[in-house]
Nanobody, 115 residues
Framework: QGRLVESGGGLTQAGGSLRLSCSVS????????MAWHRQAPGKQRELVAL???????NYADSVKGRFTISRDNAKSTVYVQMNSLKPEDTAVYYC?????????WGQGTQVTVSS
């Protein structure tokens, strides 16, 4: 059974940095899109950043210039480097992998940014 496992979340102060990682295992191959979504308390889940297999990226306006998504296809791993963090970045961050029409979600990792 394929699964995605996130790591790297935690608590930091405003202006700080965190790096999230997501590793894919269990027979999930030929991953097209990989992405990070987040959900803050009382808010809808939103797309943070995505990256295609060839490395094309796209970001939510709220994180442009601060977050950088990358992936290692050989390791089936996706990362997001988050700099200049703000309290409004506080959320549970989810890793997503898309294979054809199938979408796999990780269990989420908490990121908390204090003011």
């Amino acid at each position: 059974q394929g699964r995605l496992v996130e790591s790297g979340g935690g608590l930091t102060q405003a202006g700080g940095s965190l790096r999230l990682s997501c590793s894919v295992s269990g027979g999930i191959f030929n991953i097209n899109l990989m992405a990070w979504h987040r959900q803050a308390p009382g808010k809808q889940r939103e797309l943070v950043a995505l990256i295609t297999r060839s490395g094309i990226t796209n970001y939510a306006d709220s994180v442009k210039g601060r977050f950088t998504i990358s992936r290692d296809n050989a390791k089936s791993t996706v990362y997001v480097q988050m700099n200049s963090l703000k309290p409004e970045d506080t959320a549970v961050y989810y890793c997503v992998a898309t294979v054809g029409a199938t979408v796999y979600w990780g269990q989420g990792t908490q990121v908390t940014v204090s003011s």
